[in-house]
């Protein structure tokens, strides 16, 4: 069994490397190779390139790298059409791998994309693509394979992963151990994305409503985990925009924190469904290039932009988007949580409704569907 993969970010690395773990137990000689990162390489993944090469968000964002992304890509479709694995797994990057997934189906090569894109919510447009592009779809939430269905697509609900990884009743006390924190200290956790562009735009607001929340409530302790390679980035953003507050920057531990912490200070992506899942309360923020901004706001369909709104189809936790993140704004929903304990009460329910649902053995029954697929 030869497959080739695509991850083209942190949180496709994490999802790939679980779905490889899972193929290594029915397929114990698996060879898999292409782009990824270090939890794929973990699984034995040969990356020919690393995924941080196509980790850049916004439309303005891609076209400064437009010809260095093009360019990987040609020369990867190139490889496999020469080197013919059984299949082809592209995991999100759905700008990147949709367009090679059509260039080797056309050819005659399975095609799976793991995770639908957001086409429920933004670019529905995207789902005649996804029926010239692959052969199956490996989706994430219950709702999204009747609506592939619909535009022709083949796809398999296998719950979410990350739903299987985090545990239901989160280690808190076991978190804060690790951590050096107390029992009774107040816990913030920033986490302001795992990309360069993300950490541009971001960090500088969410740090700035950090000197605000330290301002406010000195009993206050801030956990930052940081990406690896972005660490040059945060410090001296940190020590211009929140210089005084005690923030501990960590190596990655992005779990840990969200574990550990009372709330979370978080920007929309994979990482708010992970705070979820951990049943913590937390403000969404996010900030990106002008431009790229006045287009997605077009294409959008709902009125949440958060996965944990999106998933409970409603504001179960505050959006502070683009104009309006600002660190006053950030700060005031951030202290908002910490003495609701009603509120903090009706959270936890629904996050742990929502855990219950997204729990499927994902690893299992994602080989399974590929099996299927590839008859084998």
Known sequence: MRLAMVA????????????LGGMRTRWPELQAAGIGGPRMAQQGFDAWWPHEKLAVRGYAEVLRHYREISGIRDALAKRLLRERPTAFIG?????????????????????IHFICP??????????????????????????????????????????????????????????????????????????????????????????????????QRRDLKFLLPVSPGLRTMVEPMLALHAPDAPVRLLDGQSHAALSACDVTLIASGTATLEAA?????MVIGYHMNAISWQIMKRMRYQPWVGLPNILCRDFVVPELIQEACTSEALCAATLAWLDDDARLGSLARRF????????????????????????A
């Open 352 to 375: 742990t409704e929502l855990h219950h649902t997204l729990r499927r053995d994902t690893a299992r029954c994602a080989t399974d569907a590929i099996a299927q697929v590839l008859h």
């Open 277 to 281: 899942l951990y049943k913590r309360p």
């Open 8 to 19: 083209g970010e942190a949180s496709g690395d994490l999802l790939a490397g679980m779905l």
């Open 91 to 111: 995991v999100d990057a759905p700008d990147f791998n949709l367009g090679l997934e059509v260039r080797l189906k056309a050819a005659g090569l399975k095609t």
């Open 118 to 215: 957001s086409i429920w919510a933004w670019r529905g447009g995207r789902a005649r693509k996804m029926a010239e592009s692959c052969d199956h779809v490996l989706c994430l939430f219950p709702f999204e394979p009747e609506l592939l269905r619909e535009h022709g697509v083949g796809a398999s609900y296998v719950g979410h992963p990350l739903a299987d990884a985090i545990p239901l009743n989160p280690p808190r006390q076991a978190s804060r151990a690790a951590l050096g924190l107390g029992e009774t200290d107040t816990v913030v956790a920033v986490l302001p994305g795992s990309r360069r562009s993300e950490i541009e735009h971001i960090a500088p607001r969410f740090l700035r409503a950090v000197a605000r929340l330290h301002r």
